[in-house]
């Protein structure tokens, strides 16, 4: 068998929780800085990464909002979902649900339902391209407000069935996940798949809320549920799928320290949780660097990577013939792989 770290590098990945406004790729940011701000400081890449090595969760956001002032026209939208998912095929991601948020850039962008067809373009456009499933879940992004929800809703509707979801991630601890109630019913009445952040920053309660109340089929992090043994049996029995992200949730502090990370605990105990990088270039850490992470750390063997990717395929929303279709490249990468 090839080392586990050749085995991480070419195995096939599945990615079910990354943002796309948190996985644009640096060379194509540099590219939109030259030319909107051809006065800048930031001249070259090296320059630019700097600008993602983070002090404390406020100057993760000040991040944030710094690089999404770079995505202006319907072309920067198409060209970044693009080359995010060709990163990603390099990296052997067979197939991806990301997140998207065409809210997020009302004062300056083009407008939410132009970002939508430029973000659909550049993922149809990958998707021939590089030959790997995307599934696009829209996220509503809790400090929107809930009034706003069916609004955005209603801009969705018309790209039913191109747009897989929805989801709700944001301000876990202002915006409860109960207010969305309505909104979510709607949306899966109307057969959008949905999910919801829940239990990243806050306790059990959101993540009870979101599966209670919200009724979704998947939970991003989910992490707090350690602190309740009745919700992770139930987590477990329902096999109700976590979206794992340990980067993310040591980069913001929401974990203190590796050893402090439920991730190997949740799997020994059988919950379906998945391996996902969240902001990828925000975190400047790769899906493949994420698998490395939890064996390094935690002693994920190349049996428990198997195990993982077929655990993402499960908890995906892909139809039951793309999904057959995985489930064979799968089995044909590994057994080349050992
Ligand atoms: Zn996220």
């Known amino acids: 068998m090839k080392p586990l770290n050749h085995i991480i590098r070419d195995m096939p990945k599945i990615e079910l929780h990354c943002h796309l406004e948190g996985a644009f790729t640096l060379d194509f940011l540099l590219s939109r800085i030259h030319k909107y701000e051809p006065e800048s400081e930031i001249r070259d890449l090296e320059t630019l990464r700097k600008q993602f090595v983070f002090g404390d969760f406020d100057h993760f956001i000040r991040s944030w909002v710094w690089k999404n002032r770079y995505f202006r026209t319907a072309e920067d939208f198409r060209d970044s979902t693009y080359l995010v998912i060709e990163s990603l095929a390099r990296q052997n991601v067979i197939a991806l649900e990301a997140f998207f948020s065409p809210w997020d850039f009302d004062a300056w962008g083009p407008g939410a339902e132009a970002i939508i067809e430029a973000t659909l373009e550049g993922k149809e456009a990958a998707e021939k391209d590089f030959g790997i499933p995307v599934n696009l879940i829209a996220d509503l992004v809790r400090n929107h407000g809930h009034e706003k929800a069916e609004d955005k809703l209603k801009q969705l509707a018309p790209y039913k069935g191109r747009i897989c979801g929805i ?132 002693g994920f063997q190349a049996d428990d990577l198997d195990r993982l990717t077929h655990y993402a395929l499960k908890a995906s929303f892909f139809t039951p013939d793309i999904k057959t279709k995985l489930q064979k490249t799968i089995e044909n990468d590994w057994d080349n792989l050992t």
């Open 167 to 298: 989801g709700l991630g944001g301000d876990e601890t202002h915006f409860p996940a109960f207010r969305f109630e309505d909104v979510f019913r709607l949306a899966r009445s109307q057969g959008f798949h949905t999910v919801a952040h829940a239990g990243e920053t806050e306790g059990p309660y959101s993540i009870w809320d979101a599966v209670s109340r919200l009724n979704v089929e998947r939970i991003g992090h989910g992490i707090t549920a350690i602190q309740n043994r009745e919700l992770m049996k139930i987590l477990r029995d329902r096999q109700i799928p976590l979206e794992i992200c340990p980067t993310s949730n040591l980069k913001t502090q929401v974990v203190k320290s590796a050893r402090e990370h439920p991730v190997k605990i949740f799997y020994d105990e059988g919950l379906l949780i998945t391996i996902n990088s969240d902001d990828p270039t925000m975190f400047n850490q790769t899906l493949t660097e994420e698998f490395q992470f939890i064996c390094r750390e935690y």
